[in-house]
């Protein structure tokens, strides 16, 4: 029952009381209108609610924040079309859930619309979401109201639940390119971009000859051009993959833990897109409880990252950060891993000595405003 609806009820016994006590023809006429009005409100709304059709899209599947302490505005589209050309649509209400997957946060939220005749309207829903992760936003009930607001017609519920991916803020690291560049003496078609090696398949800079230069390094064909001896540079093997295991075990009460999930969040996107752009290929690890796995995915690219994202948002972390340590180990035993970098927002005595990688494990704190990385 609709306000509308009781409001109207009210007049009408109103009308009848009077009608009753006081029998004139001007208030009986008035009493049988306002039977009458009631009955040709609804004959509207049923031949409505054929001519108006709904659908629901998500134009932009990424919002991202422009400071951790301010939400990011995740928003879909609500397209209303009305194909009476006479009549348009005055008041609509769509009913509009959500839920963060990733931090468990919900909310409702009721969104009003109206179309005119003939027209199509697009109606963005938009949502403030304080949390990264990926928020899903289901359209559950959308309805149209008669011009008296009496009668509420369902034209369309439990709309296709559509994703929206929270991202944060990027976070600027000072990691030094070099550091993560893994050398390696094997066969690689990776070389580094910003080191020089002593790969000769791959040349990495050609520059003027000086003393103590190999004469095989010498590049007869352009010294020729140039008149003066120039060398050519070799170019670092690098490793095929950067490791990097993600510690879902995260700490504190509830709005602790969701502060804590925002930073880590944080630290996985800025340290990929790090990645990304001096051509570093990464293997993120992490540990689903609910199917008992590890998983593995390779990001080399935005498009691969965003699609890992939305998998990792989808896990079932443990809260037992032991349990955690021990799937990783049993994990690793016998993989013989180059390096590897631990990301948490937590301190973890179980990762001294845990034997995650055969030389050591760079450990990253995100919880301060610099990252802190412990050897």
């Not at 970098?341 to 919880?367: F, K, Q, S």
Request: hydrophobic share 40%; glycine share 6%; with cysteine.
């Amino acid at each position: 029952m609709t306000l509308g609806t009781l409001v109207y009820l009210l007049l009408g016994l109103f009308g009848i009381f009077v009608s009753v006590f006081y029998l004139y023809y001007g208030t009986v006429a008035i009493v049988g209108l306002m039977i009458l009005i009631p009955l040709f409100m609804l004959a509207f709304l049923i031949f409505m609610r054929l001519r108006v059709g709904v659908k629901v899209d998500s134009k932009n599947p990424i919002a991202e924040k422009e400071k951790m302490d301010k939400p990011a505005r995740a928003s879909i589209t609500m397209q209303v079309e009305n194909k009476n050309r006479l009549l348009p649509v005055t008041k609509g209400i769509a009913k509009v859930e959500y839920v963060n997957r990733f931090t468990g946060e919900k909310g409702k939220t009721k969104v009003r619309f109206s179309v005119d005749g003939g027209k199509t309207r697009e109606r963005r829903i938009v949502i403030p979401a304080m949390n990264c992760g990926n928020l899903a936003i289901t359209v559950k009930k959308v309805r149209i109201y008669d011009y008296l607001s009496i009668f509420a017609w369902t034209i369309g519920k439990n709309f296709e639940t559509q994703n929206v991916l929270i991202l944060p803020p990027l976070k600027e690291l000072h990691l030094g390119k070099d550091r993560w560049y893994n050398e390696t003496s094997e066969d690689s078609d990776r070389f580094s971009l910003y080191k020089k090696g002593d790969d000769p398949s791959e040349i990495f800079d050609i520059r003027e000859f000086v003393d103590g230069d190999k004469i095989q390094r010498i590049h007869w064909k352009l010294s020729s051009k140039t008149s003066q001896l120039m060398v050519k540079e070799g170019s670092l093997p690098l490793a095929k993959l950067v490791n990097v295991f993600i510690d879902l075990a995260i700490p504190g009460h509830k709005e602790e833990r969701k502060q804590n999930s925002n930073r880590l969040v944080q630290g996985i996107y800025s340290l990929a897109m790090y990645m990304i752009e001096h051509a570093i290929p990464l293997q993120f690890i992490w540990y689903d409880r609910q199917p008992d796995v590890i998983h593995e995915e390779i990001v080399e690219d935005e498009e691969e990252l965003i699609w890992m994202l939305q998998d990792l948002f989808k896990s079932d972390p443990t809260e037992d950060p032991e349990e955690l340590v021990n799937r990783y180990t049993e994990w690793g035993d016998g993989k013989a891993l180059e390096s590897a970098i631990y990301l948490t927002v937590a301190d973890h005595e179980d990762l001294d000595n845990c034997g995650l990688v055969r030389d050591h494990l760079e450990v990253m704190d995100l919880r301060g405003e610099e990252i802190e990385v412990q050897e």
